[in-house]
């Protein structure tokens, strides 16, 4: 029903497109995500089966296909600039975290995981959604959100310690260069 589905858009489709933004920098992979989000309900009208709030049966939908986009971009070998969280006019205290998360170690760490495992770490840890909410708005089994974060926690492990002593190396190469220069 046309007039159904325009109702669903009104409601669901700007808070949509806010939080994909918030996952990835480029608008037209975005609005592509969000279009097709309400294509698929368009589709396929029957696959919600009133197990649970409406927005996160869209959340869900809206989130695989943006991981979709951003799949087949990457198969065109493009990187992608991941989102940072807009300033507002007063920043609280979370968002100062979320942004220093963004730019920081930790940021350039989570761009470096696969958009599977950066979804799974993201909804548990800056979400805090639990295993079987993430598992239920990522459309996956929870035994898999589990063992995708646990995945993700090791890769990130690994890249925060290679920039530690990436950045180590750097600074003792600096002090022996200061050395030979005075």
Known sequence: DEEALGALYDRHAGWLTVRLS????????????????????WREPGSYRGGGDVGAYIWGIGVRRLIDAIRRER?????????????????SAEEQVLVGIEHGHLGQ?????S?????AIEATVLDGLTC????????????T?????????????AALAEQQAGAAAGAAAR???AWRTS
């Open 22 to 41: 918030r996952r990835c920098a480029l608008p037209d992979l975005v609005d592509h995500a969000v279009q097709d989000t309400f294509l698929a309900l």
């Open 75 to 91: 198969g065109a070998a493009r990187q992608l600039p991941w989102a940072t969280a807009e300033p507002e006019l007063v920043v």
């Open 109 to 113: 760490a989570l761009a470096g995981l």
């Open 115 to 119: 958009p599977e495992l950066r979804g």
């Open 132 to 143: 079987a909410e993430a598992a239920v708005l990522l459309g996956v089994a929870e035994g």
């Open 145 to 157: 959100v589990k063992s995708r974060c646990h995945r993700a926690r090791l890769a990130l492990r």
């Open 175 to 177: 002090r022996r260069e």
